[in-house]
């Protein structure tokens, strides 16, 4: 089992819409929790961090955590197409290490 | 501010040859991170420096890899010598405070082993 698990995608949506991006990982020790972008031939791009149950927002990005369920999401809210990326969630979990997953390529269509 | 600053972008040399990277983090982070990202993948981490020390070095090839971050700012990362299988992007991050706080990547060097 991977430590942080992404569905690879594409996810696409319709421009103005919602995406909703989904994460899981495995260490229950992991308390830091981050969203990058990643364009084509580019680097990641940090977007988001949570540290704590809930939502946290910012502008038209909201995080989302559950703790219990393990589970980290990302909202991006009127997706407009230069949102379409490959988005990495990852963790910081035992031993300190920031590990992300695969990423999710996300695909907004005109 | 300057971001996180790597050189070369980009690398093609033969293998059994040795390279280095040179990466200089943000001014003030203490924490620098080396990853690997092969084409799909996320990146993986190959070391993470706390100031001077290396803190985890566990999944970092010390046959042929090594790293350095003499007086805790710039690092450089050598591999000695190249396989094919090295071709990836190697990625420096830094942030302020350790590994739970915010970490910002470089523009990444790619390296293309032929």
């Known amino acids: 089992q991977k430590e942080v698990e992404q569905n690879s995608g594409p996810l696409s949506v319709p421009e103005g819409a919602i995406a909703s991006l989904n994460c899981t990982y495995s260490d229950r020790v992991s308390q830091s929790f981050f969203w990058y972008r990643q364009y084509s031939g580019k680097s990641p791009e940090l977007i988001m961090s949570i540290y704590s149950n809930g939502d946290k927002e910012d502008g038209r990005f909201t995080a989302q955590l559950n703790k219990a369920s393990q589970y980290v999401s990302l909202l991006i809210r009127d997706s407009q197409p230069s949102d379409s990326a490959t988005y990495l969630c990852?963790?910081?979990?035992?031993?300190?290490?920031?590990?992300f997953g695969t990423g999710t390529r996300l695909q907004v269509t005109l | 501010e300057a971001g996180v600053v790597q050189s070369p972008r980009y690398k093609i040399i033969e293998k059994k040859q040795p390279v280095a990277f040179w990466c200089n983090p943000i001014?003030?982070?203490?924490?620098l991170y080396w990853y690997l990202q092969n084409l799909g993948q996320g990146p993986e981490l190959l070391i993470r420096y706390e100031n001077e020390e290396a803190v985890d070095d566990s999944q970092l090839p010390k046959d042929r890899f090594s790293a350095e971050r003499l007086k805790g700012v710039d690092s450089t990362l050598k591999i000695q010598p190249a396989e094919l299988g090295d071709s990836a992007v190697y990625l420096c991050a830094s942030s302020f405070g350790g590994p739970n706080t915010e970490a910002f990547f470089g523009q990444g060097t790619r390296l293309t082993v032929v």
């Open positions: 001014s003030g982070h203490n924490t």
């Open positions: 990852s963790s910081v979990g035992t031993a300190s290490k920031l590990t």
